[in-house]
Nanobody, 120 residues
Framework: QVQLVESGGGLVQPGGSLRLSCAVS????????MGWYRQAPGKQRELVAD???????NYADSVKGRFTISRDNAKNTVYLQINSLKSEDTGVYYC??????????????WGQGTQVTVSS
């Protein structure tokens, strides 16, 4: 069974920073990609950033230059460094990993979410 445990959310003032972590444990195949999504109140879940096993990254336009995604393959952990936070960054942040089982089965797994609230 695959488990994703997220941490690092909280309440922060505008302009502040946070570092989110997501550790993957259990019986794991090959982790292909890891990423972060967020869902603001009343809105659909959206991609924030993702990173491949080779280290290639992709960011939503709204977070470029402020957010940095990284991963530690030895620890099966993905991080999201969030700087210069804005009120519109408020939402629940979800970790997602894509795991390859064998040669042809690719499955997504989601964390439980961590709340980020930006407010003065």
């Amino acid at each position: 069974q695959v488990q994703l445990v997220e941490s690092g959310g909280g309440l922060v003032q505008p302009g502040g920073s946070l570092r989110l972590s997501c550790a993957v444990s259990g019986s794991i195949g090959s982790i292909v990609a890891m990423g972060w999504y967020r869902q603001a109140p009343g809105k659909q879940r959206e991609l924030v950033a993702d990173i491949t096993s080779g280290g290639s990254t992709n960011y939503a336009d709204s977070v470029k230059g402020r957010f940095t995604i990284s991963r530690d393959n030895a620890k099966n952990t993905v991080y999201l460094q969030i700087n210069s936070l804005k009120s519109e960054d408020t939402g629940v942040y979800y970790c997602k990993v894509d795991i390859m089982w064998g040669a042809a089965v690719l499955l997504p797994y989601w964390g439980q979410g961590t709340q980020v609230t930006v407010s003065s």
